[in-house]
């Protein structure tokens, strides 16, 4: 997998956060299909993005607790 298509799920990743009801680590990796390690992979790229992302246990939902996004664009010239 090339850059441009680890940022593209990157940041579908993001959508799906931003969207609210993702459910568990395991839940949001098969319904990414991908595996957990890879998840987790993600989740520290965004961290270090300085996205602050946390789960909330009694919604069982990932969320941004600031003002995070991510917006990829791709061009060819």
């Known amino acids: 997998m090339n850059y441009v298509d680890k940022m593209l799920k990157l940041q579908e990743l993001v959508k799906r956060i931003k969207k609210g009801g993702t459910g568990t680590q395991a839940t949001l990796s098969q319904e990414l ?13 965004l961290r270090d993005m300085e996205a602050d992302l946390r789960f909330d246990r009694i919604k069982n939902t990932y969320y941004f607790n600031n003002s995070f996004d991510l917006t990829v664009s791709v061009t060819k010239e």
């Open 33 to 45: 299909r991908t595996n957990l390690a890879t998840l987790n992979r993600q989740f520290d790229m």
